[in-house]
């Protein structure tokens, strides 16, 4: 039996590593101010295709959204318009700025090799790019519901058991640890009636683990200026993504019933949306040459 694990294991890993070089290969070929500009082009164009949900009536343009008119279409715009309308605003406000820095880098190239800058705006804009995943996964959690017995968990559990594949036994037992403490904590205060009753204990575990959690590793880690730091986020990392892929693989589900129901505007701005944080990790991660030096490299 411990061969077969091992062998599995090791097949697993095999798999990813190619997937990860096929992977790294199609995104190096994508510019990052080219990624940073189609990105943002793709949001600000949602302003004028329908993206709003409405229960009782027609879908809604972005600008009708902003307006009032409409609902953001995952679950923080379907649990609360208001909050649903921020955060669609927050993406535009971001994939505006974009734009503005792309303009002004045309004028002026060192714009894109501030190092602070770019650093503060891919913390956004990975934020809510991961915040987005989250949400789209917690309303396929929602909708799931209507599902008999406990089979709409059964994706959610063998997505946290994917990072086992990568990381140490030592790291994956306080993964798992934190994970069980806080759907247990959920699980107390909702047993005691400690929980609003309009709020399901299972989507609050499943937002704490898909969104808080993984961001406070990245954010611990990811931004870490020491060597050791930044070694164990490349350990962590490989965790995380394999967590992810069965959330991701959700997604695209979603963004076909978002085409169904007429939202199809959804689908340029949730690749918007993930182009932008794409080019500015890119860009954090590419060395910040002074002008005159990457000049000459490039000569």
């Known amino acids: ?16 590593e190619r997937g990860h070089a096929w992977s790294h290969k199609l995104v190096a070929q994508i510019r990052p101010g080219v990624s940073l500009l189609s990105g943002s082009v793709f949001v600000l164009l949602t302003l004028f295709l329908p993206i709003g949900y409405e229960a009782c009536g027609p879908p809604r343009t972005g600008y009708e959204m902003v307006a009032g008119k409409g609902d953001w279409p995952t679950f923080l715009g379907v649990s609360s318009s208001a909050v649903g309308r921020d955060f669609y605003m927050v993406v535009l406000l971001l994939a505006s700025c974009t734009l503005l820095l792309i303009l002004v880098s045309g004028l002026r190239p060192g714009a894109l090799r501030n190092k602070a800058l770019v650093s503060r705006l891919a913390l956004l804009a990975g934020t809510v790019s991961l ?4 949400d789209v996964t917690l309303l396929l959690a929602a909708i799931s519901e209507d599902q008999p017995g406990l089979a709409a968990l059964i994706p959610l559990v063998a997505s946290c058991l994917c990072p086992g594949v990568f990381w140490p036994r030592k790291g994956f037992i306080a993964w798992v640890s934190v994970i069980a403490s806080t759907v247990s904590l959920l699980f107390i205060l909702d047993a005691l009636g400690l929980l609003d009753g309009r709020i399901n204990w299972v989507l609050l575990a499943t937002e704490a683990v898909y969104a808080v959690v993984p961001l406070g590793l990245w954010y611990t880690y990811g931004f870490s200026s020491r060597p050791e ?71």
């Open 229 to 299: 730091g930044r070694a164990r986020w490349e350990i962590i990392r490989r965790g995380l993504v394999a967590f992810y892929v069965p959330a991701v693989l959700g997604n695209f589900w979603f963004l076909g019933i978002a085409v169904k129901k007429g939202l199809w505007g959804f689908v340029p701005c949730y690749f918007g949306i993930h182009l932008i944080a794409l080019g500015y990790l890119r860009l954090k991660q590419e060395p910040m040459l002074p002008s005159a030096e990457r000049t000459s490299d490039q000569a």
């Open 131 to 134: 915040f987005l995943v989250c």
């Open 1 to 16: 039996m411990p061969n077969a694990i091992t062998t599995a294991r090791y097949r697993i890993e095999r798999a990813w």
